[in-house]
């Protein structure tokens, strides 16, 4: 039973504009949870993270927000640009920090 | 200077044949693991070493055998392949317990099982 659900396969955004990529989570325990991008035939590189005492956290054009009682986190890209066309996955771990659950991505075109 | 690296790259081969990917860091971290990402680009964990000692054994096949001859090392053996097994195996580094839990993935190999 997926534990990190990505419900948007794909989202297509203008140049300029914000791109909001969503993602839900089932499992209350989760205390840290990540986005990672991911181009065509490379592996995903670590973007963002944010711990569970926060709710949000911001690096550069990427923030990450969160809301523990919906068990709900977003990242917002803002001024979205085409090098940020990829695939995105968030990711989340529990206390032990050992073990990660990944959605299965949303797919992000960014239109010139 | 590749901080994860694997290989091959690409693997086609036949059902019912053994073969090994490697996987080698060089960041020093202390944690390795392996995800299986499958036709439905779901990403899931198999197995995950801390200093050369296995800590997580997700639900995989015994067919399925992880070896860490060092810290840097952690390697995938399967035998007797079997159709289902075509998917893109990627191996991953973290620092380990504690601080920031990122991990860094090496760029995958696609395993394809005719």
């Known amino acids: 039973d997926q534990q990190v659900k990505q419900n948007s396969p794909s989202l297509s955004v203008q140049e300029g504009r914000i791109s909001i990529l969503n993602c839900d989570y089932t499992?209350?325990?989760?205390?840290?949870f990540l986005w990672y991008k991911k181009y065509p035939a490379e592996g995903p590189t670590f973007l963002i993270s944010?711990?569970?005492?926060?709710d949000k956290n911001e690096d550069g054009r990427f923030t990450v927000f969160l809301n523990k009682s919906a068990k709900h986190l977003s990242l917002h890209i803002v001024p979205s640009q085409p090098g940020d066309s990829a695939v995105y996955f968030c990711?989340?771990?529990?206390?032990?920090?050992?073990?990660?659950?990944f959605g299965t991505g949303t797919s992000l075109t960014v239109i010139p | 200077d590749t901080a994860v690296s694997q290989t091959p790259k690409y693997l086609v081969t036949q059902m019912g044949n053994d073969k090994s990917i490697k996987c080698e860091q060089n960041l020093g971290h202390d944690t390795m693991y392996w995800y299986k990402q499958d036709s439905k680009k779901f990403l899931k964990i198999m197995f995950s070493y801390n200093n050369k000692e296995l800590i997580i054994n997700e639900t995989v096949p015994n067919r399925f055998s992880p070896k860490s001859p060092d810290k840097a090392h952690l390697n995938l053996h399967i035998n007797s392949l079997e159709l289902g097994d075509s998917a893109v195996y990627f191996c991953a580094s973290s620092p380990g317990s504690g601080g920031a839990r990122e991990q860094f993935f090496g760029p995958g190999t696609r395993l394809t099982v005719l």
């Open positions: 944010i711990s569970s005492i926060k």
């Open positions: 990711a989340a771990s529990g206390n032990t920090g050992n073990q990660f659950y």
């Open positions: 499992n209350s325990m989760f205390d840290y």
